[in-house]
């Protein structure tokens, strides 16, 4: 898991991704106008409550993952911490990677208007790059296929984690900038998911 910067007409926004080390595939991601902790928070609470938890869960050392309740989320389920120091960009070469095409590819081609625009452009550009470049070092697969030709193995044995307390996850928000019946809050999320996990 990482973070980088989107830049906008008028300063940044933030975009986290959790990604598979072994396909290479995201499977969440966030978008922020301020760099903090929580939406790194819900990214993993997506990704753990739709497809289990791993062995080992790898990030730099940037606040956002070293504060308390981040690390915190993780070792409550009893998940190993890599945290990578000076010279440890092996770790990490996928997930830069994927930033350089996000950024090459879609952000720096395009203006966004708002930040709704460039969540749903960079939706579309994560979706892509899940779904449609093969790799040759995946045996020409996509991540998409990568990902699911282990999918048995790695769901068998390990069952999705519940969400954290107070979390609400993305399907539970009635779209974009509607207010959600859960927390009567305006969703910041891109849109509905269809695809909401049986045990949510």
């Not at 499977?27 to 301020?34: D, K, Q, T, V």
């Not at 979390?167 to 910041?188: D, F, Q």
Request: proline letters at 6%; aromatic letters at 10%.
């Amino acid at each position: 898991m990482e973070n980088t910067y989107i830049p906008m007409p008028r300063g940044f926004v933030y975009l986290v991704a959790v990604v598979d080390w072994f396909s290479r595939r995201v499977l969440a991601w966030r978008l922020s106008i301020i760099l903090e902790t929580e939406f790194c928070l819900d990214a993993v609470s997506e990704a753990l409550a739709r497809y289990g938890k791993p062995a080992i869960f790898n990030t730099d050392q940037g606040s956002q993952f070293t504060s308390v309740a981040f690390t915190g989320l993780l070792l409550a389920q009893d998940i190993a911490i890599s945290m990578d120091g000076r010279g440890g960009w092996l770790d990490r070469v996928f997930v830069e990677r994927l930033w350089r095409s996000v950024k090459y590819e879609a952000a720096y081609l395009r203006d966004y208007d708002s930040v709704s625009d460039a969540r749903a452009s960079l939706g579309r550009h994560l979706d892509f790059c899940n779904a449609r470049p093969p790799h040759s070092s995946l045996g020409a697969r996509t991540p998409e296929q990568a990902y699911l030709s282990h999918l048995p193995q790695r769901t068998g044995s390990v069952p999705p984690v519940p969400l954290r307390p107070g979390y609400v996850h993305p399907a539970r928000h009635h779209g974009a900038g509607k207010t959600c019946v859960s927390t009567g809050r305006r969703s910041t999320y891109r849109n509905c998911c269809s695809e909401v996990p049986s045990h949510l």
